[in-house]
């Protein structure tokens, strides 16, 4: 039997039904092949604007605690045991003089060396520039071992007992000296771990600074709390001052100090991998290899007093002196300093009339043009100078000789100069 005429038109309308059924689906189906992207895209954009939450989420869940009881855990950290690998880059702003600025940094010391490459009088100033990696090793008060690896080279500083060594493995110089007394290495006043940056800064905290906790961090594998050191005072160059101190020691493990004009950091130490576990005799076993030149240095101590030797105490901090700001208070080491805190400005009197050095009688020499071209001429009451920038620390020389140095801005430094 031939199916009746409304039958086929039922059938006609469903199929035309399900047709249009499968083109919505196929629709819905191009149309989420499009959407879903978008919508990635939205959330991968919204997760990229979440990262530092994100990343502050994973910090480590320490006990809550007060930044002079933070104060307190660093300067009760009794750490004798230590070994571990410390990467620190130095950032002064240095014109690039294809080197030369390093070459005068450690040039600068070989006056009081011995001649030698491994002298770490001259060897550690290195580390005021550009980045490095250490090794540190650390076993009680008479074995530290600091070594300083360079492209194919290392320098390595090595006290133990009696003995101190330097050894430049470039050069295949050795220097040697000897503390008076067993367990009182020589004291070098540049910093190479986090802890000499923090040590240096956290005894100078006054009235002028911000002292906060601002939170925790992992460092080396280690949770730590951030501390936050901060000037109160303006015209300094100093912005902020990040130390991350491991939780369970009290070691500082990573320093980081930005300036106030912004920017990458002017100095960034911290440790990449750090061990408590006392190190191995070895690590500070150390004989001159065969063929190689030794220098002898003098024995420590001499010519110093009281821990002081020509007006710097051991923490390279200018001695105070009577009638402190005037021109009788210059102590032995020829200056004075005025200000307080961060603003604190040193002045000495160069005894070079005519402003910057020239090397030569007449004034007009190629090394006054050089040092010439590198800084700001400035006048003021005080008259004409020349200022000399970094990110951190500023110096103004004056034409009748005075010089003006400190962390703080240019303006400072002129103020200073004619008050002075």
Not at 193 to 213: H, I, N, Q, R
């Amino acid at each position: 039997m031939a199916p009746y005429e409304s039958d086929d038109s039922t059938g006609a309308a469903q199929a035309e039904d399900e047709l249009r059924a499968e083109l919505r689906a196929e629709r819905r189906r191009k149309t989420a092949r499009y959407v879903v992207p978008v919508a990635v895209v939205g959330v991968a954009a919204a997760t990229i604007g979440l990262v530092p939450a994100l990343a502050d989420s994973g910090d480590p869940d320490l006990p809550k605690i007060t930044a002079q009881e933070l104060i307190d855990k660093i300067a009760k950290s009794d750490v004798q045991q230590l070994s571990g690998t410390v990467k620190i880059s130095t950032d002064l702003g240095l014109p690039d003089l294809g080197g030369l600025e390093s070459g005068l940094l450690s040039g600068a010391t070989q006056g009081s060396g011995d001649g030698s490459s491994a002298d770490p009088t001259s060897k550690l100033t290195e580390l005021a520039s550009g980045t490095h990696t250490l090794r540190v090793a650390a076993d009680g008060p008479e074995k530290q071992k600091v070594s300083v690896l360079e492209s194919g080279a290392e320098y390595s500083l090595i006290h133990n007992g009696t003995d101190v060594w330097g050894y430049d493995s470039k050069s295949d110089e050795v220097y040697h000296s000897t503390v008076a007394d067993s367990g009182k290495a020589e004291q070098h006043e540049t910093p190479a771990t986090p802890k000499d940056f923090a040590d240096e800064v956290l005894k100078s905290v006054d009235g002028t600074t911000s002292v906060t906790v601002d939170g925790t961090a992992h460092v080396a594998g280690r949770d730590a709390y951030r501390l936050v050191v901060k000037p109160r005072q303006s015209g300094t160059t100093v912005g902020a001052i990040s130390i991350a101190v491991d939780a369970k020691t009290g070691t500082p493990l990573k320093f980081t100090l930005t300036p106030s004009s912004g920017g990458a950091a002017v100095v960034d130490a911290g440790y990449t991998q750090v061990s408590f576990a006392k190190p191995a005799a070895s690590t500070f076993d150390f004989t001159p290899p065969k063929g190689a030149k030794v220098t002898e240095g003098d024995e420590t101590g001499k010519g110093a007093e009281g821990g002081k030797a020509d007006g710097w105490d051991r923490g390279g901090k200018a001695s105070e002196a009577p009638g402190h700001g005037s021109a009788e208070g210059l102590d032995k080491s020829g200056f004075d300093v005025l200000g307080k805190g961060w603003n604190s400005i040193a002045v000495l009197d160069s005894g070079s009339k005519g402003g910057v050095p020239t090397g030569s009688a007449s004034g007009s020499g190629d090394l006054s043009g050089f040092l010439g071209s590198l800084g700001d001429p400035v006048s003021g009451k005080f008259g004409k100078g020349t200022v000399f920038s970094t990110r951190l620390i500023n110096a103004l020389i004056t034409d009748d000789g005075k010089v003006y140095v400190g962390a703080v801005d240019k303006a400072a430094l002129v103020k200073a100069a004619d008050a002075g």
